[in-house]
């Protein structure tokens, strides 16, 4: 027979709190927003994972509008499920698509997430990325009450040294700018010091991860 074995803790996000609400758009400054995906954005998704760039870190490819747009059907119901969080980056005025930002893993008890994210070929460069993760991390923190942030990132093409490097300032700017943010690392009747750990090795073909807490 189990023995029921009580908590000490609660739970840092309720289960049914993001299920019981309508998933935000979140302004990213005044160049681009975070929405919903939708069925529509199948065509600018299958576009998207053209780009070898993408395609060299993922394990599936769009070959039509119906793939994207099944796709696009898991990516509405993580939130549902409260196990994942997808928007599409795009910009306010035109809607053209700029990248994918994502929150996966999503752990309710311990508050814990994994950002992942891509940027279209015509988006990069211009420090969107930078400002969208920490968009993304600031409504986590504040308006839901997230207590981490993995940052998951692979350098789009790391056998050039110039967008290596670019990848890297990157991804010293988001945890420069979300350190301000900082969150326990676990949730535990008597709190544990706040640890840092991050990994910017030198070997390209792993992917590096960031704590930001």
Known sequence: MMLHMPKLTTPAIATGYLEGMDQPSIRVGTSAIL????????????EAFRD????????????????????LTQWRDGWASESECHWAITTPETNELLGRIAAKGVNLWDGTAELAYWMTPAARGRGLCTQAVTALSEWAFREVGFHRLELAQIDPQPTI???????????????????????????????????????????????RKCLIH
């Not at 929405?35 to 299958?46: E, K, N, S, Y």
């Not at 070898?52 to 793939?67: K, M, T």
């Not at 979300?178 to 706040?194: E, I, S, T, V, Y």
């Open 161 to 207: 040294v110039p967008s290596r490097h670019q990848s890297r300032l990157q991804r010293r700017r988001c945890s420069t700018r979300l350190r301000q943010a900082r969150r326990r690392l676990a949730r535990h009747a008597r709190p544990r010091p706040a640890t840092q750990r991050s990994a910017f090795g030198t070997d390209p073909r792993r992917e």
């Open 52 to 71: 070898p760039s993408i395609q060299r870190w993922h394990i599936r490819r769009a070959d039509s509008i119906d793939e994207a747009r099944g796709w």
């Open 35 to 46: 929405r919903p995906w939708t069925h529509d954005d199948a065509p600018a998704v299958m």
